[in-house]
């Protein structure tokens, strides 16, 4: 998840360099109601951020469940192709380019 987002970022910006600091992370995990470790699944993208662009890196974050996604793939048609492309996370960044 966090090189697709660093790859979405890229291809906005035209070079990671650009980004002058990454100001928040929303990352949004497909999981049953009783999963409560959302952050634990996020902490990757995070430090993959700070990993990349060091002071500029670290950003405001939440990490939420999505119990409805779950909900909504086990009621989809396993033979239909958009099932298997369903994320176990989803991410929304907000980054601030220089």
């Not at 949004?28 to 996020?42: A, N, T």
């Not at 492309?85 to 601030?96: D, H, I, Q, V």
């Amino acid at each position: 998840m966090g090189l697709n987002c660093l790859a979405t970022v890229k291809a906005a910006v035209g070079d990671l360099d650009k980004v002058k600091q990454v100001v928040k992370l929303l990352g949004m995990v497909h999981c049953s109601e009783d999963f409560k470790d959302q952050p634990k699944v996020i902490n990757g993208c995070s430090d993959l951020l700070v990993e990349v662009f060091g002071e500029s890196g670290k950003h405001a974050r939440s990490a939420v469940g999505d119990a409805g996604a779950s909900q909504r793939d086990s009621r989809r048609d396993r033979d239909d192709p958009g099932y298997r492309l369903n994320p176990p996370a989803s991410l929304r960044g907000m980054f601030c380019p220089s």
